[in-house]
């Protein structure tokens, strides 16, 4: 018995295909990409049979990014597969984010080889509460429209606060005062009728990983804040994405309550995950996670989990490749403008391009593992970036990759303290505790987890 349960999937970044994902200025566009662009309405096809067909639970959540980037037509058909699902007598809640809609001087585009990148029609914000009524906003027993957000009853003594923030220029990724004032009346009647609220925000209210914390945009504005007054007004748990990444966070308050941000990786991208949530009573939450289906692609017989992590390790690679053979490449991606800097670029790529992590571990006189000595040191940083969004870190103390980690870091520790680098509350970070814990997880288990929220 419990009180509810639902499946949860974020970042469906849905893109019609036959608008046009093809062509050299595509693959130019891709090679530094994370997420898949052609594949997606396939991918997204294959993950929606999966949840209309379940048996599972008949709650569908979808914690925003829905369509690539905010094209017309994206949406349309991405709103086909929702109906489909209302059609199998799933219950379906979303909310919206800001790769959903452009704004007067935003633009969406799709790819051909005759025509290039070429503009297609776009979707302004205020067109989205009619697009996604059906799907949230009907049956709320309370809306802000302004503010694109509202509540379900999803259950007897269970509410779902569903949250975006992309509507004020001013306060773009964060709450305006007026919406953290509907927040805590939302809050507030939750606790006189003796419910149990969630909230459901696109956005992560903790750093998923630890690196996370000195990166603006990996984090909600006014995080810290946000978090202290949702704990403290009884909510004590958010499902988020945008990261694309897979962690499960904790954090208590100065006042002693507990709060959980359950961030998810997206759908059409390494991790490839979905959560299945079981609230099991009002202070326990059982978290899940599955593997997104596979879908019909020329996969090369990989399965969607595989595939998609290829293209993760492509993007680095990629990456490093370019260092080595296209430098200006890579300073275009980073908005690097001095040519100086253009000759050293392409001696580290052409060190990485060869180096073992044998070999690195002589030139610092660094401990190595003979099972990971003849690993080139370029697959190694490949697996742990990928790690930092798939969870479960595995470069912990005690294993071959993890200890070289380590001693590198001990190795570098002297320099690593004078660096003057702040988190997202603007104080000074450890450098290397943050490393350390981002590239091993020591904590919550990112992928099954038991939660008591008080």
Not at 226 to 231: G, Y
Not at 238 to 255: D, P, R, Y
Not at 313 to 334: A, H, Q, S, V, Y
Request: with cysteine; aromatic share 12%; proline share 2%.
């Amino acid at each position: 018995m419990s009180l509810t349960d639902f499946y949860l999937i974020t970042d469906t970044h849905f893109f019609k295909n036959d608008l046009g994902a093809y062509g050299e200025e595509y693959e130019n566009f891709m090679r530094f990409e994370q997420k898949c662009f052609a594949e997606t309405e396939a991918i997204n096809n294959a993950v929606f049979d999966f949840l209309k067909n379940t048996e599972k639970t008949d709650n569908i959540l979808i914690a925003g990014d829905l369509s690539f980037n905010g094209e017309k037509e994206s949406h349309i058909a991405f709103i086909k597969l929702l109906n489909e699902l209302k059609s199998n007598g799933k219950n379906v809640y979303v909310v919206t984010a800001d790769h959903d809609f452009k704004n007067a001087d935003g633009k969406c585009y799709g790819y051909t080889t005759e025509g290039g990148k070429f503009e297609v029609e776009s979707t302004s914000r205020d067109e989205l509460f009619e697009l996604y009524y059906e799907f949230g906003f009907k049956n709320a027993i309370a809306v802000d429209k302004q503010h694109l957000s509202y509540v379900a009853q999803l259950a007897d003594g269970v509410r779902l606060l569903a949250l975006n923030n992309d509507g004020s220029p001013t306060a773009h990724k964060t709450f305006d005062d007026e919406q953290l004032d509907w927040i805590k009346e939302q809050a507030r009647k939750a606790r006189e009728d003796g419910q149990m609220m969630f909230a459901m925000n696109h956005y992560p209210l903790l750093p998923g990983q630890p690196i996370f914390s000195i990166i603006p945009s990996a984090v909600q504005k006014n995080a810290t804040y946000i978090t202290d007054v949702l704990a403290n007004e009884g909510i004590h748990l958010v499902f988020t994405g945008h990261m694309h990444n897979q962690s499960i966070n904790e954090k208590i308050t100065s006042e002693g309550n507990k709060f959980y941000d359950v961030c998810t990786g997206a759908v059409i991208a390494a991790p490839a995950s979905m959560r299945f949530v079981n609230i099991i009573d009002k202070d326990t939450v059982e978290i899940t996670t599955e593997t997104a289906p596979d879908f019909e692609w020329d996969t090369n017989g990989r399965t969607c989990e595989q595939y998609l992590s290829d293209l993760f390790d492509g993007m680095i690679l990629n990456m490093l490749e370019d260092m080595k053979d296209n430098p200006e490449r890579i300073m275009r991606k980073f908005s690097i403008k001095n040519d100086k800097i253009k000759p050293v670029i392409k001696f580290i790529g052409k060190r990485f391009d060869t180096l073992t992590v044998g070999t690195t571990c002589r030139i610092f006189c660094i401990k190595c593992d003979k099972s990971i000595k003849k690993l080139l040191l370029k697959n190694y940083i490949t697996k742990l970036v990928r790690n930092l969004f798939s969870g479960n870190q595995t470069f912990k103390e005690g294993t071959p990759e993890g200890d070289v980690f380590l001693n590198f870091l001990s190795r570098f520790n002297f320099i690593l303290k004078r660096v003057n680098v702040k988190n997202i509350d603007g104080e000074k970070v450890d450098l290397f505790e943050i490393l350390k814990h981002s590239a091993g997880n020591y904590g919550i288990d990112d992928y099954k987890a038991i939660l008591k929220l008080k």
